[in-house]
Nanobody, 123 residues
Framework: VQLQAFGGGLVQAGGSLRLSCTASGRAFSSTTVAWFRQAPGREREFVTAVGWSGSSTYCADSVKGRFTISRDNAKNTVYLQMNSLKPEDTAVYYC?????????????????WGQGTEVTVSS
């Protein structure tokens, strides 16, 4: 699966952005897809994930109630709606897919990664 993330940009605190992750390959519709983020000088961290059908989701405590993940398998696309953005949400956001034996919350749990899209939240 080849992934491409886009939709990042500059937004003021309290604002919203929607990221998209599009994929090529049939495996996309049958695999969990996740979003991770990496702020400057920090390790890449889990944000949220959605199961293949869209009915199961996983979310980091830091974004619960503000970020929503969804998917449209017909379009091979996963969305990340980010509301009430905070300066600490500033990071490069990556989508990942194709689970392996690792945890859904771990970078090691995914085989395929997109190139990342940058989100900057100003205070």
């Amino acid at each position: 699966v080849q992934l491409q993330a886009f939709g990042g940009g500059l937004v003021q605190a309290g604002g919203s952005l929607r990221l998209s992750c599009t994929a090529s390959g049939r495996a996309f519709s049958s695999t969990t897809v996740a979003w991770f983020r990496q702020a400057p000088g920090r390790e890449r961290e889990f944000v949220t994930a959605v199961g293949w059908s869209g009915s199961s989701t996983y979310c980091a405590d830091s974004v619960k109630g503000r970020f929503t993940i969804s998917r449209d398998n017909a379009k091979n696309t996963v969305y990340l709606q980010m509301n009430s953005l905070k300066p600490e949400d500033t990071a490069v956001y990556y989508c990942a897919a194709e689970r392996n034996a690792g945890s859904v919350y771990s970078t090691g749990g995914y085989k395929s990664w997109g190139q990342g899209t940058e989100v900057t939240v100003s205070s």
